[in-house]
């Protein structure tokens, strides 16, 4: 089943609308100068390493100990980007440098 061209343009415009609908409803609640509420504070402190522990998670999930290679290239990584990152402190450079090791050692290391 296709959309017709009217239901193209009515879905773009949607998404449009929901895009910028979000990045800007925080610049229109809480205009430069206002204090924002303490629960929008709290949030925007503890929501960022939140989101990464989940996402550790839900990378590491599916690791079997009991099989080859171990999770030897999880661990490693993870070894690297923690230390990178206390290194650096630049959570792009963190990320990116522990991606490209992560990609190596399954690719040219631990080929299973």
Known sequence: MSLTPIQIVITIVAVTLGAMTTRFAPFILFPEGKEPP??????????????MGLLVVYCLKSISIQASPHGLPELIAISFITAIHLWRKNVLLSIGCGTALYMFLIQQVFIV
């Open 38 to 51: 303490e629960v929008v504070s709290y949030l925007g402190q503890v929501l960022p390493p939140v989101m």
